[in-house]
């Protein structure tokens, strides 16, 4: 069971309240996420385009973006070198398309997860000198990519770094840490020491936005503020798409990008909508992240990511529906093996001593390495634990790891990186490179090292109010759209209520797998109450508490002595186009009515 905890920060909620006309409970919300003046309150809730921060501030934007507009006036050719995920995939396509708006001689390569790895290699640097481009810009990458820079400049191109991940250091004889920066041209990475950008969350393709805003200044042409406004979308795609926090902002990006990617003019985004039952709908967060997003991931994982981007650029609709109902097959493929790689993973760690592990490293030979990265997520979810699944490659041991709040994955990866042959990331999440008789040598180090005390493996969910159901209004739940887009780093709001008994139950879905419940509190009043979560885990928690009788009468009609404390949220469910408030339940636990 997670460990619940309340929300204790002060504030005036009612004066709050008052000024911006929203209920005490939506302020108090709000203060939850560490918004705390007016003016930053102002913002969070009203913020526009204009309070984005100015990309000049980024360090060598705009010596980056003056190297590039002399590039295109002296008509050199540009290679823009992507990734393989969905940052990567938009990053490119935004670089791309505004660099050709700008009349540049540009195309792109995004490498291929299994024949390339991540990011910069010496032979895609020697394929785009072969193919005559005398500029590389990266995406997403290139940060850690110092040899193969080095590599590129021997050559005598002109190398533009624009990335977001971690910047590599070493810690010196005298315990100080310095940056290994790549010696490219101009390196834009809001996380280098000397960057004064004021906030360093931004995804790999704003980073590629703001170098493209940069260069429209340079280079003013007719038809670029349409294009900025097109290009918002993508940005605000991958925000999602790689987990970026939605604070600060990446807020603004993606409040106002989600509308723009329902009526972008691209032609596959348009088929991607299509294809998932989507363009008609209200986009959130939820649908980049778990359904539009995996169609993108998947060809980078299973085939090529050069396909998604192809489905981008294409100005050809029937195109661009083909390219999309194949990512969306591939996507449905990889569910499946996920689901396959994650059981195996779960009997592994229950079958041996992986389970004692306060750092699980599991190593699946025969997973699809580009689905190491799920999986790991998916072992996460269930344990609560840094978590790295490893699979045989062509070169190795290939891997990606899943972090919990307490451990930073990268600064511990960094501690003993003489056992990997490549490796980056960032606190929450990794990937690394190794020979196969390392892992065992990683496993073991990682766990002695790992500085985790037991109550930093306990799951934590942070309550935002603890609120009786029977405050819950259409009013209330309607204005919680104020605090949207929920995503990483600005949740859905939480709440708590003790002691509500279970009148009765159904169990619905094609497996199963949701639990509706008639429930009542202290006052009498009854509500409706609907559980998404482990129904296997749920029910054995009411046999063992109390008892097969009260279980089996909870779904019989009722007469059933039930009583349990609750986290959930309210929401307006939607039927026959009537309106009922029904509340989520998010975890459980006996009441002591």
Partial sequence: ????????????????????????????????????????????????????????????????????????????????????????????????????????????????????????????????????????????????????????????????????????????????????????????????????????????????????????????????????????????????????????????????????????????????????????KQLSAYHIGFVLGPCLNATGRLDTAARALRMFMTQDKAEAMTIAGELKELNDSRKDMTLRGTQQAIRMIEETGLKDDKVLVVYLPDCHESLAGIIAGRIRERYYKPVFVLTRSEEGVKGSGRSIEAYSMYDKMSECKELYTKYGGHKMAAGVSMDAENVDVFRTYLNEHCGLAPEDLEEKIHIDVPMPMSYVTADLVKQFSVLEPFGNGNPKPIFAQKNIRLVRGRILGKNSNVGKYTVKDGSGRTFEMIYFGNMEVWHDFLRQTFGQDSFDALYQGGGCDICISVVYYPEVDVYRGRERIQMVMQDYCKGDM
């Avoid at 905890?5 to 504030?11: L, N, Q």
């Avoid at 660099?99 to 991540?118: E, T």
């Avoid at 050559?155 to 290994?180: A, K, S, W």
């Avoid at 940005?235 to 329902?262: H, K, S």
């Fill in 1 to 280: 069971m997670a460990k619940w905890t309340v929300y204790a920060k002060r504030a005036d909620f009612a004066a709050i309240a008052e000024k911006f006309h929203i209920d005490p409970v939506v302020a108090r919300i709000i203060r939850n996420r560490d918004i705390v003046d007016v003016s930053q309150i102002e913002t969070f809730l009203h913020g526009s385009i204009a309070d984005m921060h100015s990309p000049y501030l980024l360090k060598d934007a705009e010596k980056a973006a003056e190297l590039i507009a002399g590039k295109i006036r002296d008509k050199k050719k540009i290679r823009v070198i992507g990734d393989y995920d969905i940052d990567g995939i938009c990053a490119t396509y935004i670089l791309l398309t505004g660099l050709r708006h700008c009349g540049a001689l540009a195309d792109a390569v995004i490498p291929h997860r299994i024949h390339d790895g991540y990011g910069l290699n010496e032979h895609i640097i020697d394929d785009a000198h072969e193919a005559g481009a005398d500029t590389v810009v990266t995406c997403d990458n290139g940060i850690a990519a110092g040899a193969q820079i080095d590599h590129a400049v021997s050559l005598g191109m002109t190398v533009v770094v624009t990335d977001h991940h971690e910047v590599p250091y070493q810690i010196g004889g005298d315990g100080v840490r310095r940056e290994c920066l790549p010696a490219a041209d101009a390196v834009i990475d809001p996380k280098q020491a000397a960057c004064g950008y004021p906030f360093d969350g931004i995804c790999g393709a704003v980073v590629a936005y703001k170098l493209i805003q940069v260069l429209f200044d340079k280079m003013p042409t007719e038809g670029s503020c349409g294009l900025l406004d097109e290009l918002l979308a993508f940005a605000a795609f991958a925000t999602v798409g790689d987990v970026m926090e939605l604070v600060d902002e990446n807020r603004i990006i993606v409040r106002y990008g989600l509308p723009r990617i329902l009526r972008s003019g691209n032609a596959g985004m348009q088929a991607l909508l299509a294809v998932n039952g989507l363009q008609e």
